[in-house]
C-alpha cells in the first residue's frame, strides 16, 4: 500500500515534531549521509570492480555516520543511501523497476508487505554472514533467504501517565481493557488504511480476537468511542495529550496507539532529561513488526550488496539502531543503550500474523474495518 506510513517514517516525525517542541536538534539529520569514498574507483560499475554500494530505503533510514565509515574501512565499499518515499511508495518503485533496480539492496519491507515483494521476485537468495545469530522468529524466509531481518518493532497502546495518576484510575493493559466503560473516549488511533501503525493495531486485534472476532471487537470499540485520524502525527502530536507536541496542541486523549519505543523518545530530547518516562505502554496490545533487507535482482554490484547485508546484522550496525531508528536488534545478545532499556518497554508476547496471511486478506480486512470504524 503506497500511502501507509512506515514504522520508523512515523518515528521520525516523532522525532521532529518532539524536537521542535523543546526546540533541539534531531538525530534524523544524520540520515543518509554517505561515508568518505575509498581511493579508487567510485563510480557505479558492474560486479567487485564498484567501490559504492547503493542501498534503496523508505526515507526514515538512520545510523551514525561513523558506523557507515566503518564500514567503508572494513570493506573498501562507499555506501550511498538512496532514500525513495515511504515503504509503501519504496516498494512499489522498486517492483515498477524489477530487474533493473535504482540499488544494490533494499532495506525497509516489513512483515505486512513482505509476501508482496517476494511475490513479484524483487530479491535474489542470499544467506548473510552471521544470520545464525538472529532471533529463529524473525527468519520469514529462512528456506530461501532471499530477504535479511534487519530490525523489529512493536505497535503499541501508550498512555499519558499523568493523567492516570490524576484520575487514580489503573491504565489499560490489554485489548480487552480497551473496551471498558473506564476508558470511554480515551483511546486515538490510526487510519488502518493509510497508516502503519494503524494497520498494526487492527492486525494485533485480528491475531488475538480471530476471524470471528475482530470486527465485533471493533464494534464495541467504536462505541467506546475510539477515535480514528488519518496518520500517527496526527494522532501522537496533536490528538494524544501525553507527548511534547500533543501538549503544544491541548491533545485530550490520554491513550495512543503508537509504539513500545515512544517512552524513551520522549526522555532522549527533554531538556533536561526526566527520571521517569511521562508516558507508558500498555504491553498487552501489541503487534510485531520486522523489517528486511535484501539483495535486488539485476543489482550492478552484487560483491557490495553481499557485503552490506553482512553488515546490516553485524554487532557494530545492530547496536547503533536503537538510538537512531529507535528499533528493536535482531541478532541475539547486541547490547543496548541504557536509555533505550530503561525507558522502553519489554514486549513478552506480542500478536503476529503471517505474511501470507496478510497478503491473502489485507484489502479485505481493511475494507471491512473502514466499514465499522470510519463509517
Known amino acids: 500500500m503506497s500511502t501507509t506510513r512506515t ?24 540520515g543518509g549521509s554517505d561515508a568518505s569514498a575509498p581511493s579508487g574507483d567510485g563510480g557505479s560499475g558492474s560486479g567487485t570492480e564498484s567501490k559504492t554500494v547503493t542501498l534503496v530505503s523508505h526515507d526514515s533510514f538512520n545510523t551514525s555516520p561513523e558506523v ?5 574501512k572494513e570493506t573498501g565499499y562507499t555506501v550511498k543511501v538512496l ?23 533494499f532495506f525497509g519491507v516489513d512483515n505486512t508487505l513482505l509476501s508482496r515483494a517476494l511475490d513479484n521476485d524483487l530479491f535474489v537468495p ?35 501517565k499523568k ?21 470511554k473516549n480515551l483511546l486515538v488511533t490510526e487510519n488502518a488504511a493509510t497508516s502503519s501503525p494503524g494497520l498494526g493495531f487492527l492486525l494485533g486485534t485480528v491475531a488475538h480476537y480471530g476471524d470471528d472476532g475482530w470486527q465485533d471487537y471493533w464494534k464495541k470499540l467504536k462505541a467506546n468511542g475510539v477515535l480514528v485520524v488519518d496518520g500517527w502525527e496526527q494522532a501522537y502530536n496533536e490528538s494524544f495529550s501525553g507527548s511534547a507536541g500533543g501538549k503544544k496542541a491541548k ?3 490520554p491513550l495512543v496507539v503508537s509504539y513500545a519505543s515512544s517512552p524513551p523518545v520522549e526522555v532522549l530530547y527533554a531538556k533536561p532529561q526526566p527520571q521517569q518516562a511521562p508516558t507508558g505502554v500498555s504491553t498487552g496490545t501489541c503487534f510485531r513488526q520486522t523489517e528486511f533487507a535484501g539483495l535486488l535482482d539485476g543489482a550492478k554490484n552484487v ?7 553482512d553488515f546490516l546484522i553485524s554487532e557494530k550496525f545492530q547496536a547503533d539502531m536503537p538510538l537512531n531508528m529507535f528499533v528493536n536488534p535482531v541478532v541475539k545478545d547486541v547490547a543496548l543503550p541504557e536509555l533505550f ?13 503471517a505474511p501470507t496471511r496478510i497478503a491473502a486478506n489485507r484489502e479485505q480486512w481493511i475494507q471491512s474495518w473502514s466499514s465499522l470504524a470510519v463509517k
Open 163 to 183: 493523567y492516570f495518576e490524576g484520575k487514580k484510575l489503573t491504565p489499560p493493559q490489554s485489548f480487552d481493557d480497551l473496551i471498558k466503560p473506564q476508558y
Open 68 to 72: 557507515l565509515k566503518e564500514f567503508t
Open 7 to 30: 514504522r520508523t517514517g512515523a518515528r521520525k516525525a516523532a522525532y521532529a515534531a518532539i524536537a521542535v517542541a523543546l526546540g533541539i536538534t534531531t538525530l534524523a539529520a544524520c
Open 341 to 353: 532499556t530503561k525507558f522502553g518497554a519489554t514486549v513478552e508476547r506480542p500478536e503476529t500474523v
Open 303 to 309: 560483491a557490495g550488496g553481499k557485503a552490506l547485508l
Open 251 to 253: 491533545g485530550d486523549r
Open 83 to 105: 532514500k525513495s518515499g515511504d515503504a509503501g511508495e519504496a516498494l512499489n518503485k522498486e517492483i515498477l523497476t524489477k530487474g533493473a533496480p535504482q540499488g544494490d539492496v
Open 126 to 160: 542470499y544467506e548473510a554472514k552471521g544470520l545464525d545469530r538472529v532471533d529463529a522468529s524473525a527468519r520469514l524466509d529462512k528456506e530461501k533467504n532471499r530477504v535479511t531481518p534487519v530490525d523489529s518493532g512493536d505497535i503499541c497502546v501508550n498512555y499519558d
